[in-house]
Each structure stands twice: as structure tokens, then as C-alpha cells.
């Protein structure tokens, strides 16, 4: 961006300012970018185990520094604020990181609507980002103090229970649920932030480690689907995280703005176009159009799935949207398919996690689209229970001694 405006004011000013105006283009020697071209290879992650680019790393070390000489000059009681424009988590983090190493703890952040994304020919990544992030800080001024996450975690819970009547008051305002979740996960993060590298966790062997930012944003975006709605309607935890998310996002609510699921998302490592890699043989498990995000109806991925191999069907959600939609009653002009004996398929493996998620969709209230999806659920997981039962019969009767090794194991580890 810098050159893109540089070379048009050069121009004019070049003579008067040769100094400042000499080069071509401007110096990128110290610019704070991660660029996998400029900085290739991959190198020790210092905060969390494992590795991270080289392109990051040198970015996390020009921001920590641009940050530490900006802590530097500003007054103890001054205040920092910079807008944040991004679509990737881990960028996001590695800001937070150097924010907090170089002595500054977070005061709050707000969500505000995004020039960029303002009419309908917008440039420069507006077609991925509808809205930034305004984070206020401050200067820490005395050494933080060790804290467990357990006690943090209660901390933050009492506070997200405090505020989160207070800003639901605003809806009539324009303040959507999308918004109230960035204001108190920034709640979340300054508490954390305030004890940044003295949060400890339980290690293996009975000693302590240090919360990374990662697992701190997992920890608090957790508190905040507990803080929201009753246990019965969260989505199960036994489901992958893409899966999860999906379900806390389109589980009930057929649709979202794409600026909505940008900040629903915020925090959780899993983007809009996750929900698009991940359908394989049902295709997506969205589509967008005119900036609005809604979810492709069940019974319509049933009938792309239903075309292809049961191997293909590689996700929980997959499975369990073939079972549903098998179990729906069929429309005109489409062909079902017998439950029972697609479970005694050799090649429909089921995974763990489609019991749970055909009783969780069997006890969540559906939309005016597709109204027959609970009882259809309740139908897919009796006979899916009734096949699990039948192949546990089998065993029984085909290799008992195996059987019950494996009961007697089960019982010991419960």
C-alpha cells in the first residue's frame, strides 16, 4: 500500500525532497510483513511447541519492537489504540503476542463496520473481511502476577455474566450477537493479558506450564459458548472443532451476514471457508451470496451424497446428513434409500461422533425450511443404535472369547 501511494506523490515531490523522495520505491528492508518469499523456512516456535514460518517469526519480532518503542514514549497513563484488519487468526495472534511482550496488557476491543467494505466494488481484501477491530491498551506498570487458569477461568466467567445482559440491552441499537461476542472476548483477553506469561495450566508429571495465547483463545471462546444458551442446545464436544463451529453457527439459524460470521468465528482457528473444504461428497456445507451466508438445506446434500461412494463421506456431519436426509420422507421425482442396509455396508464406517450428533439434531428445534429434520434425526439414531446393537449380537455369537475381553476391558477403563 505504501508504494502504491508513493510512487504518484514521488512524482511531484522528488525534486523538492530528493532525500526523502530518491528511491523508486520505498525501503522494505525493516517493513513489518510476514512474506514466506523474503523470509522462507520454517523455525522454533518460542510460545508454543512446534514450529511457525520464518515469515511470521520476523514479523512478530518487527511488531514487538515497533510496539516496545511505542510503550517507551507513551506516558504511564496514556493510551494505545490501532484497528486490527484481517482474516486469519494466526495473525491476529501473533499481534496479540507482540502487544503483550512488549508491556502492553488490553484495555477492550470494539468492532467497527470496515471502510473497505463499504459499496459494492470495494478493493484490497474487502470481499474477505467486512469489519475491523479497534483495541484499546494501556502500559503494564508492575511485573504480572502468577495466576492458575482455573482461578482466571472463574474470573472471567463471573464478568461475562455480568456484562452480557448489559450489552444484549442494546440489540434494539444495532448491537448483534456477532458483536457482543468480539466486546467480551476483548473482556476475556484483557484479564489474560493482564497476567500475560504468569497464566499457569497443569503440565504432565504434575508440574506447571505457561497458557500461549493460542490456548487461551480456545480456553475463553469456550467460556463464551457456555455463557450462551442452555447445555442442551451447545453442540456436542465430541465432534471435530469445524464440525463444532458449524453446529454453534447454522445449527439453528439458517442464515448470517458474512460480516457476522467473520466475527462469530473470530478467535476459534476455523474460517468461513472451512464450512467449504470440508463437505466433500455432500458439497459445501454453505453458500454466499449478496454478502448473506446460509446453509445448504440437509435433504439437498442428501441427494448429492446418496450419488457417491459411502468412502467419501469422510466428516460426522457428512455421515449424519446422509442418515437425515435418508430418513426424511422422499420428495417427487427423487429416489430414497433403506437405512438399514446402508449401515450394513462394509464401506459406511460410521465415525464416533454421528450418534451424538443425530441426538443432538433430534433435540434441537429446526427452521421453517426443513421442519422434519428432529423426527428425522430420532428416526436415523434408533436404527443406527438398533445396527450397533445387531453387529455387538454378531460379535457375541461369532467370537465370544474376543467379546468379552473387550467388555472386560471397557468396564476397567470406566
Given at each position: 500500500m505504501s508504494d502504491f501511494f508513493y510512487v504518484w506523490l514521488r512524482m511531484v515531490l522528488m525534486q523538492d525532497y530528493p532525500e526523502q523522495f530518491g528511491p523508486r520505491f520505498?525501503?522494505?528492508t525493516l517493513e513489518a510483513i510476514s512474506n514466506p518469499f523474503r523470509n522462507p523456512g520454517m523455525v522454533e516456535d518460542g510460545d508454543d511447541a512446534g514450529k511457525q514460518s520464518n515469515a511470521d517469526a520476523f514479523y512478530l519480532r518487527m511488531m514487538t519492537d515497533c510496539w516496545a518503542e511505542t510503550c517507551r514514549v507513551l506516558r504511564p497513563g496514556g493510551i494505545l489504540a490501532f484497528t486490527f484488519h484481517h482474516d486469519k487468526d494466526e495473525t491476529w495472534t501473533l499481534v496479540l503476542r507482540s502487544l503483550f511482550d512488549a508491556g502492553f496488557y488490553l484495555e477492550a476491543t470494539y468492532p467497527v463496520v470496515?471502510?473497505?467494505?463499504?459499496?459494492?466494488?470495494?478493493?484490497?481484501?474487502?470481499?474477505?473481511i467486512e469489519y475491523d477491530v479497534i483495541h484499546v491498551c494501556r502500559k503494564r506498570l508492575e511485573d504480572p502476577k502468577p495466576v492458575s487458569w482455573p482461578k482466571m477461568r472463574q474470573w472471567v466467567k463471573s464478568e461475562l455474566s455480568r456484562l452480557r445482559p448489559l450489552l444484549e440491552s442494546y440489540k434494539s441499537r444495532g448491537l448483534s450477537n456477532a458483536d457482543i461476542r468480539v466486546i467480551l472476548r476483548g473482556k476475556a483477553l484483557e484479564f489474560y493479558s493482564r497476567h500475560y506469561g504468569?497464566?499457569?495450566?497443569?503440565?504432565?508429571?504434575g508440574e506447571e506450564a505457561v497458557l500461549s495465547i493460542r490456548e487461551?483463545?480456545?480456553?475463553?471462546?469456550?467460556?463464551?459458548?457456555?455463557?450462551?444458551?442452555?447445555?442442551?442446545?451447545?453442540?456436542?464436544?465430541?465432534v471435530q472443532p469445524v464440525v463444532y463451529q458449524y453446529l454453534r453457527l447454522f445449527g439453528v439459524k439458517a442464515a448470517y451476514s458474512r460480516d457476522e460470521v467473520s466475527k462469530l468465528l473470530r478467535g476459534t482457528a476455523v474460517?468461513?471457508?472451512?464450512?467449504?473444504?470440508?463437505?466433500?461428497?455432500?458439497?459445501?456445507?454453505?453458500?454466499?451470496?449478496?454478502?448473506?451466508?446460509?446453509?445448504?438445506?440437509?435433504?439437498d446434500r442428501?441427494?448429492?451424497m446418496r450419488l457417491r461412494s459411502?468412502?467419501?463421506l469422510k466428516t460426522e456431519l457428512d455421515q449424519a446428513h446422509f442418515l437425515i436426509g435418508a430418513a426424511m420422507p422422499v420428495r417427487e421425482g427423487d429416489t430414497g434409500v433403506n437405512i438399514e442396509k446402508e449401515l450394513e455396508r462394509d464401506s459406511f464406517l460410521v465415525r464416533p461422533g454421528v450418534e451424538a450428533l443425530l441426538d443432538w439434531y433430534s433435540k434441537t428445534p429446526a427452521g421453517p425450511e426443513e421442519p422434519e429434520t428432529p423426527r428425522a434425526a430420532g428416526l436415523a439414531l434408533a436404527l443406527l443404535r438398533a445396527a450397533?446393537?445387531?453387529?455387538?449380537?454378531?460379535?457375541?455369537?461369532e467370537q465370544p472369547m474376543l467379546w468379552e475381553e473387550w467388555e472386560a476391558a471397557s468396564l476397567a477403563v470406566a
Open positions: 520505498v525501503p522494505q470496515s471502510d473497505e467494505s463499504k459499496g459494492e466494488n470495494a478493493a484490497f481484501g474487502s470481499q474477505k504468569k497464566v499457569l495450566i497443569s503440565a504432565p508429571g487461551a483463545l480456545m480456553g475463553i471462546n469456550q467460556l463464551l459458548d457456555e455463557s450462551s444458551g442452555q447445555p442442551g442446545e451447545r453442540p456436542p464436544s465430541i474460517q468461513q471457508r472451512d464450512f467449504d473444504r470440508a463437505g466433500g461428497a455432500g458439497g459445501p456445507w454453505i453458500v454466499e451470496e449478496d454478502k448473506v451466508v446460509s446453509r445448504v438445506a440437509i435433504y442428501f441427494q448429492k459411502r468412502r467419501e450397533f446393537e445387531a453387529k455387538r449380537a454378531r460379535m457375541r455369537q
